[in-house]
């Protein structure tokens, strides 16, 4: 069976103008960004209504030595929408979730990293603050944590966790998450083996989209930060 994950993260939140680390902060969406949430589940609709023949079609199906029809998703629509318990998160899925008459359920473990101290603060006013911490961060988030907040390695295990028990549950059937831009990028850093220093080599912009089919062998990914 294909289990198909479509990892969105959440849209524009208020003030998103400046480029601030809300972290664990809750803060509601901008009118931009519930307009960004609606284009995505018109997206996700049209691409949804493609899907089930486009994996039959696929070569994966060969690639992965199963290319028999009982390996193609089984699923006939979106199953489920999960997301993390932070307002942001909550509306986008709400708005998503209504185009497919579904109700989000939330996760606690999906909710965006803590920055300790860096919380609410813009990019700038880190750099002007702690310009040696943050130098780090952006070097290697993996060895370096901001002061009082989650590392890197704390936020995988309780998102991987949340994403594997998703999967698993849902086995050949489609089903949502909207999360957050720093949570998105350690699932997506995980399901293709990359190491968790490259985070940010992965961009995750406001209501990013990306497609993840779970087959037999490995997960493979169908679409980046669409």
């Given at each position: 069976m294909v289990t198909t994950l479509y990892l969105i993260r959440h849209g524009e939140t208020a003030g998103g103008d400046a480029k601030r680390y809300h972290g664990s902060i809750d803060i509601q969406l901008s009118e931009k960004g519930k307009e960004q949430a609606a284009e995505k589940a018109a997206v996700l609709r049209r691409y949804i209504e493609k899907a089930t023949t486009s994996k039959h079609l696929s070569y994966?199906?060969?690639?992965?030595?199963n290319a028999d029809d009982q390996n193609a998703s089984n699923s006939s629509g979106l199953r489920a929408i999960y997301c993390s318990g932070l307002s942001r998160a909550v509306q986008s899925a709400g708005i998503i979730a209504e185009q497919f008459g579904l109700v989000p359920i939330l996760v606690a473990g999906l909710r965006e990293r803590s920055f300790g101290i860096w919380e609410g603060m813009t990019f700038n006013e880190i750099r002007e603050q702690y310009p040696k911490e943050f130098a780090s961060w952006a070097g290697n988030?993996?060895?370096?944590?901001?002061?009082?907040?989650?590392?890197?390695?704390?936020?995988?295990?309780?998102?991987?966790?949340?994403?594997?028990?998703?999967?698993e549950k849902h086995s050949g059937e489609e089903v949502a998450v909207i999360a957050h831009g720093g949570v998105n990028r350690i699932i997506l850093c995980h399901i293709l083996g990359m190491?968790?220093?490259?985070?940010?080599?992965?961009?995750?912009?406001?209501?990013?989209?990306?497609?993840?089919?779970?087959?037999?062998?490995?997960?493979?990914?169908?679409?980046?930060?669409?």
């Open positions: 994966l199906r060969d690639i992965q030595d988030p993996l060895a370096y944590s901001p002061i009082g907040g989650e590392t890197t390695l704390e936020v995988r295990d309780r998102v991987i966790k949340v994403i594997s028990e998703i999967v190491p968790l220093e490259n985070i940010f080599r992965v961009e995750q912009d406001y209501t990013a989209l990306n497609i993840i089919e779970f087959w037999e062998k490995y997960p493979v990914l169908k679409l980046l930060n669409g």
